[in-house]
């Protein structure tokens, strides 16, 4: 994922998500146009909260370490849950609960009677909330060393930036807008969300935004929290497929059954002829990546495997881009097993049973976009032209994919400082200038929510 420069930063993005893909096109908003901002950012409520990021730094810092020194790879979000289940009480936020998939829910209630355009349907169903989400999950296997090493602002560990950052950061807003008082208009809904690297497969926003789930149909508007920095906007999902290509065969002794097929030699070729896959180059064609994450079997340098697999990942934001490599990748398994089983018949002597092959997909995260004139991305312009911060519209996977594949407004920015080396033993993050990305995301949730 670390794009071109030095000090890569890894914001608001998974870890292996592509490049930035500036889309300059997008018109700036000027805060002076946006009536809704500029009461926003004069409230002197919302300036109390803005004081207090750079005051609360040490606790920030604190949350931080302190989540990142509990082990959490998707599927096991356990006990990071719970962790942060006691901040959401802590700050006081309310309805705090676990979902059936390990989701950890709390609620910023709305205050005031103040009618909001989202909310003017006059009737009593709950009101439409805004749903701020970080992911607890990451990328590191069980018993990685979770330890943190501390160097002036810079901190250091597995999964500090992607998403200790983000999970601090919205910590960091809920409390302010907890502590302040902040009168919101429309109810903010903070989730930390499971299983969004890897094999998780983004299951714990497919489960919060499901069909059959009431907060599908109550959020106005989704703002994922992933990573460092200020300079993204990422506002287009890439889509991703991610699929186990496993061989099969007979097996067997390395001298008594010489001339058995071999999955693993089988393997080589299906992923050396997938590997040569033509990606499109032109800035007119949807970018696209291919990736062998994976490769295992046999049992030792002197039997014939039984077994080999890989496990491959494919990106783009072009659904007929990612339809194109699947194929290429079925034609590769078919080409790789009719090779080495064409040899083994051709080959006097014994007969063997033929190598089999099955792909099965692990991963369908679903690409979508968000629209240019959507509020949401209206209101980040305002307050990145508010700020003078300058950030770049980007693709990438995350936690969004799945609201903007249903249409609904989502965008995912970073928790402010610096990060980089995500995914890897050397992931760092710098402290510094933190307190400009919180008052960005505060202002963001703002915008969206209104105050009461
Ligand atoms: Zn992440």
């Not at 002197?44 to 949350?63: D, G, I, T």
Request: net charge negative; hydrophobic share 40%; glycine share 10%.
């Amino acid at each position: 994922m670390p794009t071109a420069n030095d000090r890569t930063k890894d914001s608001a993005k998974d870890g292996a998500s592509a490049r930035a893909r500036s889309r300059s096109d997008a018109p700036p908003v000027s805060p002076v146009e946006d009536a809704g901002l500029a009461a926003i950012v004069s409230h002197p409520l919302v300036q109390a909260a803005a004081e207090r990021f750079a005051v609360q730094e040490p606790r920030y810092r604190e949350w931080q370490i302190e989540v990142t020194r509990i082990a959490s790879p998707s599927f096991a979000e356990v006990a990071r849950g719970q962790w942060l289940a006691q901040r959401f009480a802590e700050i006081g936020l309310t309805g705090i609960h676990r979902d059936e998939v390990g989701n950890i829910l709390a609620m910023a209630p709305a205050q005031g009677n103040a009618q909001h355009p989202a909310n003017a349907n006059g009737n009593d169903s709950p009101k439409p909330c805004i749903t701020v989400i970080a992911h607890i999950d990451t990328v590191f296997p069980p018993h990685t060393p979770t330890e943190v090493r501390e160097e002036g602002s810079m901190l250091f560990g597995p999964g500090i930036s992607d998403n200790s950052a983000g999970v601090t950061a919205m910590l960091a807003v809920a409390e302010a807008i907890c502590s302040a008082r902040i009168p919101l208009a429309l109810p903010v809904l903070f989730v930390g969300s499971v299983g969004e690297e890897g094999e998780g497969d983004l299951r714990g926003v497919r489960h919060l935004f499901a069909e059959s789930s009431a907060w599908r149909h109550r959020t106005a508007a989704v703002i994922a929290v992933d990573g460092a920095g200020t300079d993204n906007i990422v506002a287009e999902g890439l889509g991703s497929r991610r699929f186990e290509v496993t061989l099969r065969g007979p097996g067997g002794h390395s001298w008594s059954d010489a001339g058995a097929p071999s999955p693993i030699l089988a393997l080589a070729r299906v992923l050396d002829r997938f590997s040569q896959v033509i990606l499109p180059q032109s800035p007119s064609v949807p970018k696209s990546a291919v990736n062998v994450g994976t490769i295992e079997g046999g049992t030792s340098v002197n039997s014939i495997p039984e077994q080999a697999r890989a496990r491959v990942d494919i990106r783009s934001s072009g659904v007929a881009e990612l339809d194109r490599l699947e194929r290429a990748l079925v034609l590769a398994v078919g080409y790789g097993v009719e090779t080495e089983n064409r040899r083994v018949l051709a080959t006097p002597g014994r007969a063997f049973a033929s190598l089999t092959s099955e792909l099965r997909k692990i991963g369908d995260r679903p690409a979508g976009d968000l629209a240019l004139d959507s509020r949401l991305l209206h209101t980040v312009r305002a307050v990145d032209s508010y700020l003078g911060n300058q950030a770049h519209l980007q693709r990438a996977s995350t936690d969004a994919n799945i609201p903007l594949s249903l249409g609904m407004e989502a965008i995912t920015l970073g928790g402010g400082g610096s990060g980089g080396g995500a995914h890897t033993l050397q992931e760092w993050f710098d402290c510094e200038g933190r307190e400009f990305g919180l008052q960005r995301l505060l202002l963001t949730v703002l915008g969206m929510a209104g105050l009461g």
